[in-house]
Structure formats: C-alpha cells, structure tokens
C-alpha cells in the first residue's frame, strides 16, 4: 500500500519524497478508500499478524467460513503511525461470497454473487464489541449489483433477471400490458385467463378473436412488445440512492434521504445501462455503456435557473420527444396533468453532459470510460477516438441508410427472412416489422431507427451502429 502524505506549500509532482510504502503479510482480495477509512479484504482465512492479539482477547476464534475484513483508520494519519495496531479493527462474519465492497460516509457496504446486500455502520470510537455486518432490508429480493458511496450519501444499481414470459400468469399480463399502455385490454385479458404461453405464441389472429384488437397499429405495437420481453434476459436497471441531499443530487426531493428510494434515471436506449457511477457533495454523475454522460439536476433551483438559453430548451424537448415516443400509444391529455403535480419529470432530473466531452471544438473525438466526483470539480477518463471529418451527418445517414436497405434486398447472401425494422410511429413509439411486411408500408426512410438480425441489432441511426 502506496501512502502519500500531503505536505501544505509542496507542488504535486515534488510529493513523491512524502511517499511511504507499507507490505502487508497477506495477499489482498480488495482495497477501497473513503475519506477517513481503508477497506482490506484478504484473500486467504488467516488473521494479519500485528493485530492477532486483540482477536485472543476478546476470546474471538479464528473464522474459517468468512473473510478476514479489516478497518484501517486513516484520519489524520502520521508516517511514525501507519501500522499502529489501534488503527485497525476487524469485521467479522463477512461471506466469502463477497463480489463488489464501498466504503463511505461512516458505512461499509458488501454486496455478495447471491445479490445479497450487508453494511456495517464504523463506530465513531474504540469498541471491544466485534463489528459485523447486517442484512439491508431495505434490498431483501432485490438483485443489487453494486454500491456506491460519496461523502454522505449513498447510492445502487439493480439488475434483476426476466421471468421467462412462459411462466407469467394472467395478473403478471395485465401488469406487463398496463405498462406499455394497453389498458382497455386489462378486463378481457383477466376474463379470458390469458396465460404466458399464449402469449409467447400469440398471432394477429389470436390478437382478433381472444382480445378483440382490430386496429392493425395496435396489433402490431402488442406484438412487437411481445419479441421484445421474448428476447430479454434482464429487467431495465433501477437507482436507488439515500443519504445526504442537501443540493438535490440525488435527483429526489428534501434535504435528507433516511431509506434507498428509487431515483428516475435518464432515457437510455434499448440496452444501454449505467456503467459508472460517482456521488460528490452536490451532483450524481452516471455514465453509460454507450459512453453518455448525465448529471443530476438540482432539484432544489427552478428549472430555469437550472438550466437556461436554447441549449437547454432544445436538450429538454427533444427528453420530452423521446418521453413521449417510450410512452407508446399513451396519450397526453391525463397523464402529462399527473405529472405536472407529482414532482419533478424524469427528464427533469437529468442533464446530458455527453456531446461536451465526445467531441471538441477541434473535431477531437473521444469514447467516455469512467467519471469520478469530488467536492468542487468532476474529472473524466476517456479514450481518444480520432479527428472528425466535417460531413453534413444527414445525408450520410440517409445514404448508409439506403447502402443497408439495397443490401438486405439484392445481396443473395443475405436472408431477408432474418431481418427486423425497427421504426418510429408518431403516436406508439417504436415499432418493429419483419422485413418483408415492412416492404409493404409506407413508412418513411427518416423513421427507420435500426435493423435486427435474429434479434441483435447490426444498424442503429442514434448509435451509428453498422454491421451488416
């Protein structure tokens, strides 16, 4: 363990002489650091040595089916103290199942490979009691991927597994078909016992004579909602965050946050997910698997006070475009009017940070790959992607567009009974079509969004994604 002591007067690249290196007898599973605390996990069942005599004290039996886990006080750490042995103090009963640790804020958290959630709260003082672990209940049955901890507040990302569609009963139907707006279809549904099985199967014509859906867009909008869960494996993620939230940064309502509350996140496309995460004293900062980056607004400011100008007009409707396109076939006459007085709006919540960042004033592009958040700034890890070509984006979307249409349709190669357009209706959403029935739409070349082949996207407009 590298310790760099800070010297007041001394320039950052002169503190390599404050450095202190310090061994540990052990080989270390994981290392994480707050302010005021280090995390050490160790690898192997065996207690470090200096602090053994502490453990034949308390009368404390070495532990074979838990981690050895150890609190190292660093609060106004000394070099002649480092390995002081009053420094350290161990936590028992941590499973070796142990996959992701924080530390932060006065707790420890643990999340374990079963999902399963611990935290330990750090005594402020001394104590001969051991320190061990408790279960959250707050994320009992919830699968908790990871942890994360800023000064004083706290926050975690979910990522449960779909129940195959096959198993659903018919009030996990009416559930899934309230969600995606087909609430006239919720009372014949429970009268007819719609089972998953049906539905995983389910045609046009079962659509007409079992459900009584006429419409041509709405079956077609039921059915794509249909392939979509088919080919799920894992649920949308979920935030929760709790803690300190003086500045509304963590995108809820009040000052303090006592319990894991579910936060909104931003509109992220089909299989996009939170990859990073950083808390500071007034901003949550999230990036994602396709490199887009996200603030938390404060929620504590008026919106235009928050953010102001056409840049920020024009970010917020085209969030209030997409929020409407996600909805698919809700209309806005009632459910804006809910939304206007329960709070602030999901796209409220969140200011997109990414095109800052991506690409610079001189065409250098950059790919996004971790954030991190302090007290007064934020810092970005990116990797440099190349120089942009001043293009004029729109036709050469548009032509790759047609490239990829004349390929699926001339290249005797390709199996067109492979393909699946996926479009934007101006009222549902995004649609999805095989490729021959959309042959016989009229849908304009602009509203195509991406394609599929068995079920994986190889083009996509908004992710410049081209595999075909």
Same mark, same amino acid.
């Given at each position: ?21 310090v061994t540990l007898q052990h080989p270390v599973k994981e290392f994480v ?8 996990? +160790? ?33 106004? @750490? ?38 399963? *959630? ?8 001394? *104590? ?25 507040? +706290? ?14 009963? *018919? ?51 039921? @059915? ?14 979920? @935030? ?53 980056? +996200? ?16 840049q920020g007009k024009e970010a917020e409707g085209a969030n209030e475009r ?31 940070? *990414? ?87 009229e849908v304009p070349m602009h509203r195509i969004q991406y394609f599929k ?16």
């Amino acid at each position: 363990v590298h310790v760099i002591f800070f010297v007041e007067g001394v320039d950052t690249h002169n503190l390599a002489e404050e450095l202190l290196t310090v061994t540990l007898q052990h080989p270390v599973k994981e290392f994480v650091v707050s302010y005021q605390h280090a995390l050490l996990i +160790f690898d192997q069942c065996d207690p470090v040595e200096h602090i053994l005599y502490r453990e034949q004290q308390t009368g404390l039996s070495q532990q074979t089916n838990s981690l050895p886990t150890y609190l190292w006080n660093i609060t106004e @750490l000394e070099p002649e103290f480092v390995n002081q042995p009053g420094r350290f103090a161990r936590i028992f009963d941590v499973p070796k199942n142990v996959e992701k640790s924080a530390i932060g804020g006065g707790h420890v958290y643990f999340v374990t490979s079963d999902h399963s *959630t611990l935290r330990v709260t750090i005594p402020l003082n001394p *104590t001969p009691e051991p320190i061990r672990p408790e279960p959250i209940k707050e994320f009992e049955g919830k699968h908790i991927q990871k942890i994360y901890t800023g000064f004083n507040s +706290f926050a975690a990302v979910e990522k449960e597994e779909v129940d195959s569609i096959h198993n659903w009963n *018919t009030a996990q139907i009416v559930d899934w078909a309230k969600e995606n707006g087909f609430f006239e279809y919720e009372n014949i549904l429970t009268y007819e016992k719609v089972t998953g099985k049906e539905l995983a199967s389910a045609q046009r014509r079962y659509l007409i004579d079992t459900l009584g859906m006429y419409r041509e867009d709405l079956q077609t909008k039921f @059915l794509t909602e249909i392939n979509r869960y088919l080919q799920k494996t894992y649920k949308p993620q979920a @935030l929760y965050a709790w803690g300190g939230n003086k500045s509304g940064q963590l995108g809820l309502i009040g000052h303090n946050v006592g319990k894991p509350t579910k936060v909104d996140l931003p509109f992220l496309d089909e299989q996009e997910e939170v990859a990073d995460l950083s808390l500071g004293p007034t901003a949550m900062i999230i990036l994602t698997t396709k490199g887009r980056l +996200f603030m938390t607004r404060d929620q504590t400011k008026p919106k235009s006070e928050a953010k102001s100008g056409a840049q920020g007009k024009e970010a917020e409707g085209a969030n209030e475009r997409k929020r409407l396109s996600q909805k698919g076939g809700e209309t806005k006459g009632k459910s804006t009017q809910k939304e206007k007085t329960s709070g602030p709006k999901e796209y409220e919540r969140w200011i997109d940070l *990414t095109q800052h960042f991506v690409t610079l004033t001189d065409r250098r592009r950059y790919k996004l790959v971790g954030v991190t958040c302090s007290v007064d700034y934020f810092g970005i890890l990116a990797s440099f992607q190349g120089i942009s070509e001043a293009k004029d984006k729109s036709k050469e979307r548009a032509r790759d567009m047609e490239q990829v249409l004349d390929r699926i349709r001339w290249d005797p190669n390709i199996d067109q009974r492979k393909f699946v357009v996926g479009y934007e209706d101006r009222f549902l959403g995004i649609l999805e079509l095989s490729y021959a029935d959309f042959q016989e739409t009229e849908v304009p070349m602009h509203r195509i969004q991406y394609f599929k082949r068995d079920g994986i996207i190889v083009w996509d407009r908004v992710n410049r994604i081209n595999n075909i």
